[in-house]
Nanobody
C-alpha cells in the first residue's frame, strides 16, 4: 500500500521559517498531483500549495510570495518551505497525493497523517 509520511512541523515565531517534508512510499507508478493542504481549528481544509497534473505549481493566495513548494521526483517527495510565517498559518498541514500504483489502471488519492504547525505572535 501507499504511505505518505510528513515531517518538519513544530512551533515557530511569527516572521520565522519552517520546512515541511513529505515522502510517498509504496509501489507507485506515477504521481498526477502532490501537494499540501492545511486545516485550522474550526475551518475547512484548504489547499496551500501543490504540483498539478500539468507540472505547474499552484498556491493559495494567502501564501503566495512566502511559501515555496519543491519536489524530488526520485524520492516521490515534496517539500514546503514556509517563510515569513504568520499566526494565521497555524494549522495541521497534510500532504496529499493523487497517484497510480504499479499494475494499476486508475489514480487514487492518499493523505498523510498531518503535521502540526503553530506560529506564535
Amino acid at each position: 500500500q501507499v504511505q505518505l509520511v510528513e515531517s518538519g512541523g513544530g512551533l515557530v515565531q511569527a516572521g520565522g521559517s519552517l520546512r515541511l517534508s513529505c515522502a510517498a512510499s509504496g509501489r507507485i507508478f506515477s504521481i498526477n498531483f502532490m501537494g499540501w493542504y492545511r486545516q485550522a481549528p474550526g475551518k475547512q481544509r484548504e489547499l496551500v500549495a501543490a504540483f498539478t497534473s500539468g507540472g505547474s505549481r499552484d498556491y493559495a493566495d494567502s501564501v503566495k510570495g512566502r511559501f515555496t513548494i519543491s519536489r524530488d521526483n526520485a524520492k516521490n517527495a515534496v517539500y514546503l518551505q514556509m517563510n515569513s510565517v504568520k499566526p494565521e498559518d497555524t494549522a495541521v498541514y497534510y500532504c496529499y497525493a493523487d497517484l497510480v500504483l504499479a499494475g494499476g489502471t486508475s489514480a487514487n488519492g492518499y493523505w498523510g497523517q498531518g503535521t502540526q504547525v503553530i506560529v506564535s505572535s
